[in-house]
């Protein structure tokens, strides 16, 4: 093995990337579409090349209506507004009531809930409806297995990056509990059976190609693939159930993430001790814990996305208080920086924040494909909006983060390898093995 690393190492050339290699951080805060009170808006996901941004503004107006509109929004490479946000619109017009929730890997197809007006005496009927944004038109998707005009209900929560598959929960024909779908615009709805012994279940986000369907039967967290059915994936070990939310899944879909409840997680602020929820990834078989921040009060975390390869997850963590007055943080995990508040990636060349002071970036909704931008929801005071980063490139490569790829990172990383430390676990399978060492010198000769 040393004698390997020596004729390595002997032979490389120092590769010292520029930054824009990396990409430069920036911040931007999303603008409200709406005018009234308590204004608000939300970011809920990112399109695959990092471009559009889609999610909802809400506010109260004037005669105390709540209002909701879906917006799409597109952001230039430099973190800047190039257009929007503009309306997706509604189902029925004149009702302003959307929610934008996912959007295809090139911004063109948008999936979401609208409010479809129903005919129906002596008054008529608002029904949430899945939606499918696309050409500037909004139509609803209707409900599995009913005719239109009737009161079901639908949801729609993710597009796949080809934009051929939304997902989401749907009523039934006969009126039951909702079903987790996959929809086409060819095929139309396809439900999934629930996971044995449960009813609701909800499809929250598919594989690039739609082929992988993860969700939630009954709090329990499945996988779907048209050979396997509905799968639930195994628990957390040491945990008691898979009890959970699964939201996240990678490109290929061989990697899922989201939330479950934690082995040693836990909140007594009521007296006794309530089971939390921790984030997880799961892949090879094994449902892995991520952790949490730290945090003052209790502890729970969700993961909410991830990136192409799996290397990058985004969601959020409690860092201080309880299951009720809790505040929660986004944060940015990776194998090699495990999980960091994702503020504290958005700084310049120096380390100098780009965020000010007075904003905590509460969660994080979803990941670009290269895992370098980053959308959710902020706080600053009383204000409530949506927020847009850019953070550096994770490189498997650049082992000591210096953005530059030299044979130090190479000493590096076998150092932490021999020592079997957890940033070692290039490939992120949890297991350190001989695979690491390929997989990052793989990744260091391709200066990434």
Same mark, same amino acid.
């Given at each position: !093995? ?5 004729? $390595? ?14 990409? *430069? ?52 490479? @430099? ?40 005919? &129906? ?16 038109? =909004? ?51 396809? @439900? ?20 992988? $369907? ?11 693939? *048209?050979?396997?059915?509905? $799968? ?66 209790? *502890? ?5 996305? =991830? ?26 995990? @990776?194998?090699?920086?495990? !999980? ?18 007075? $904003?905590?970036?509460?969660?994080? !909704?979803? =990941?670009?494909?290269?895992? @370098? ?16 980063? *850019? ?27 021999? &020592? ?29």
């Amino acid at each position: !093995m040393r004698g390997a690393r020596s004729s $390595v190492i002997g032979s490389c050339v120092v590769l010292a990337l520029a930054g824009s290699a990396w990409g *430069q951080a920036w911040y931007l805060p999303i603008p409200s579409l709406l005018t009234g009170t308590a204004d608000r808006t939300n970011a809920s996901a990112i399109s695959r090349d990092g471009a559009t941004v889609v999610g909802a503004s809400d506010s109260v107006n004037s005669g105390g209506a709540a209002l909701e509109d879906g917006y799409v929004l597109t952001i230039t490479p @430099t973190g800047s507004i190039a257009s929007g946000p503009t309306s997706v619109g509604a189902i029925s017009p004149g009702n302003f009531k959307s929610d934008c929730r996912g959007v295809s890997g090139d911004g063109s197809v948008i999936a979401g809930i609208s409010r479809e007006v129903i005919p &129906a005496s002596p008054t008529p009927q608002n029904r949430d409806r899945a939606f499918r944004w696309f050409g500037g038109s =909004i139509a609803s998707l209707g409900v599995a297995g009913q005719p239109a005009g009737t009161f079901g209900t639908s949801f729609a929560y993710g597009v796949s990056a080809d934009g051929n598959w939304i997902v989401g929960s749907t009523g039934t024909n006969s009126g039951g509990a909702g079903r987790a779908f996959r929809w086409s615009q060819a095929g139309g709805f396809e @439900t999934f059976a629930p996971l044995p012994g449960t009813g609701a279940s909800f499809a929250r986000a598919a594989s690039g190609d739609g082929s992988v $369907v993860i969700g939630d039967s009954a709090g329990l967290c499945f996988r779907w693939t *048209q050979a396997t059915g509905t $799968v639930a994936i195994p628990a957390i070990a040491g945990a008691g159930d898979n009890f959970g939310i699964a939201l996240g899944v990678s490109f290929d879909g061989s990697i899922t993430g989201g939330a479950m409840t934690s082995p040693t997680f836990v909140d007594s602020s009521l007296g006794f001790p309530i089971p939390q929820a921790e984030a997880f990834r799961f892949v090879g078989g094994v449902t892995r814990r991520l952790g949490g921040l730290p945090s003052s009060g209790s *502890q729970a975390s969700t993961a909410a996305a =991830i990136s192409d390869n799996g290397l990058v997850i985004v969601g959020e963590s409690r860092t201080s208080g309880d299951l009720i007055t809790g505040l929660t943080e986004a944060f940015v995990w @990776t194998p090699r920086w495990g !999980m960091v508040p994702l503020a504290s990636r958005v700084v310049d060349a120096a380390g100098n924040p780009l965020i000010p002071g007075s $904003v905590r970036l509460s969660e994080a !909704m979803g =990941i670009s494909g290269d895992g @370098t931008r980053v959308v959710g929801n902020a706080v600053d005071g009383s204000a409530i909006f949506g927020y847009v980063v *850019q953070i550096p490139r994770y490189c498997v490569g650049d082992h000591n983060d210096d953005r530059a790829i030299t044979p130090s990172d190479i000493f590096d990383f076998l150092n932490d390898w021999f &020592a079997n430390l957890a940033r070692a676990d290039a490939d992120g399978n949890g297991v350190l093995a001989a695979a690491d060492i390929f997989d990052f010198l793989n990744a260091w000769f391709a200066n990434c």
